[in-house]
């Protein structure tokens, strides 16, 4: 096994030529899969088998349901021989998968400024707004011939990895692809309707729970949520209906930082924070440890829920009160 | 005063002659003016004054200051000549401007399928997902050079009638349009932040209050919200922070038709429909003299909030029971 420390990084023209002369693919996704990853290796997949290529799709965690559309499960027997990792910045991202493939990850297709660099060969575009679009430049490069089934797993990364085309991230290439997408049938407004404009009751009854227990704090600048694994166990509510909560953080009008707290067990909280600028979500994670985006950054804190919501809010103040002076000066 | 019943329709070509060939513009939206008929009217506006030409814009209703970002106010002085109505389906919608300007549109530009053609010209596109993408195609035709304001303008409205680019009218062309105006610099995230990602304290409270007193009939398929005056008084909320409310009565797991009653005032409800195929929302609506389209439709109840409820209540059972009866046939 190749365990070298050096990674390549690739052009479009190399990875195409790379993609061409190998067969035989495990494409990995990242743990707590999103539409993003499994958008990006079922895209990938497809098209690779248009080549007459072998391909698997392996992640460490459960495919939501909700996916179904664009899963392919059709199997085939061969040795695995070239290991790809789509949307995973950093291997420890592989989830239990990590030790398994440590050092014997061939490419990397990613999308994250931050990646560590740490397969054999990468393919980073930064400016792509979701690693799906790194693939449909790739597969177009290729001179794949895009079908509906293709085009609804990478109109999924795309779509999910932006909030539908809503975020800072898009680019006029994202809706260039997205047009080409819709020329080939892809169907958007079901996707759309699955990933964006459907809850689950659970769902419903732990946004109201959370909702009714939010807190303002700084002058209505800084909204608190907190999602106990009371709220969990009353509203039955899953780890898929957990996501897409941070933002309602940052929804009302004012606030500039958005903090989510969620129990993981008793004593253990995940922070979410989503912060508008000038405050630097990653900064104040950071001094808890964690870290992440400008406008959305995470950290972990052990203790109760009054001792996890102190230390963020402490940061949180920090920021603010920096904010302040430096408007005072200028 | 030309009092024509006949309403000539134009194609692309022919409106842009006559476009260029007319001047001293006066453009009129209609009531209650959303995102498309504003960014339409103003997008329309910056065009034109590139060309030269005099142009205000005529609204019976304040505008939202949410839209303040593209609109222009620069006034002159001319005597009006020509009336161009954007995004205005049926001259009704014109609201208080209505007796005023009957029978004196000389133009019409709209992508309702629904127009009822009182205007004496009228260039429809019935395929675009936003009035805004018509006038998109009429500026570009003439010729005219694009900047931020307009983009902003026509992204608003390309943006707002698509739910971000979410719904089913969304094509191909629409996407190629938001990519045009990314090239051209669209504030497109921070337009998308305003529009989509920001609630007044208010319109949070309603929201809860409203998902509070939710109701589920008919083994969970229909949902039924309430926005009383009551609710309305105890959280202060405003016209503008209710809007949007209608879709979310549809995001439920399972639910087919959503169900919105909102008390216009004493013994008087609004009542908005959403529904998923096969279920039609404009048929269902027919039945209490209301009507829409297939996917949303609105009618208006006399009656307590018991009686307007037991009303669509009884019509949404009805087509729920010629859906069973229709599945246990085939």
Redesign the interface.
């Known amino acids: 096994m190749p365990m070298s420390n050096v990674c390549e990084v690739l052009t479009l023209a190399d990875i195409c030529a790379y993609l061409k002369e190998r067969d035989n693919y495990v494409v990995l996704t990242h743990t707590n899969p999103d539409g993003d990853t499994l958008g990006s290796a079922y895209g990938l997949k497809l098209g690779l088998k248009k080549l007459g290529k072998r391909v698997q799709v392996v992640c460490c965690d459960e495919i939501p349901h909700k996916y179904d559309y664009f899963i392919d499960d059709s199997e085939c027997d061969f040795v695995p021989e070239t290991v790809v990792a789509v949307d995973v910045a950093d291997i420890k991202l592989l989830g239990d998968l990590y030790e398994r493939f440590e050092g014997r990850i061939d490419l990397n297709i990613d999308h994250h400024v931050s990646n560590t660099h740490y397969a054999n060969r990468l393919y980073l575009d930064a400016d792509a707004a979701a690693c799906a679009e790194c693939v449909y430049e790739i597969l177009d490069e290729l001179g794949i011939e895009f079908d509906r089934d293709i085009a609804n797993a990478l109109y999924t990364g795309l779509s999910t990895d932006t ?6 991230n ?4 994202t ?2 692809i ?3 997408l ?2 080939i049938g892809v169907d ?2 079901e996707i ?1 309707r699955i990933m ?6 659970s769902r ?1 009854q732990m ?2 729970m959370v ?2 227990s939010a807190e303002f704090h700084f002058e ?1 600048r800084c909204m608190v949520m907190a999602i106990t694994l009371d709220v969990q166990r009353k509203t039955g509510c899953s780890r898929s209906d957990m996501e897409g909560v941070p ?1 309602m953080s ?4 004012g606030v500039l930082a958005g903090v989510t707290l969620k129990e993981n067990r008793e004593g253990e909280f995940k922070i979410s924070l989503r912060t508008y600028a000038p405050l630097d979500a990653s900064a104040i994670c950071g001094k808890l440890g964690g870290g992440g985006h400008k406008a959305a950054a995470g950290c972990t804190v052990i203790g109760s829920l009054e001792e996890a919501k102190s230390a963020i809010l402490a940061a949180v103040k920090e920021a603010l009160e920096e904010l302040d002076a430096g408007s005072d000066i200028t």
Do not use: I, Q
């Open positions: 909030g539908c085309f809503k975020y800072g898009v680019t006029d290439r809706h260039r997205a047009a080409k819709y020329r958007a407004s759309n964006f404009d459907t809850k689950s009751k419903v946004e109201m909702l009714n209505d933002p940052r929804s009302v009008e």
